[in-house]
């Protein structure tokens, strides 16, 4: 399996390919967007956790595992 971090805009794009119209706009008001608290602590991620921020498919690669 490979993940591939896409823009939501490059999501939006290609889930049709995949699944109804319908399904990908419910799927994407599930994700949401970034909260105003969330978009103001991005920024600061490397000093809160002690490393660097990470992509999700970083973290899929890292725990993929898991999932089998």
Not at 37 to 57: D, K, M, N, Y
Request: charged share 30%.
């Amino acid at each position: 399996m490979r993940f591939v971090e896409r823009s939501r805009e490059e999501a939006r794009a290609r889930m049709p390919q995949f699944m109804p119209e319908p399904v990908v706009e419910g799927t994407l008001a599930i994700l949401g967007e970034p909260t105003p608290a969330e978009r103001r602590v991005s920024p600061h991620v490397e000093q809160i956790l002690g490393r660097s921020p990470r992509t999700f498919a970083e973290w899929a690669a890292r725990t993929i595992a898991a999932f089998r």
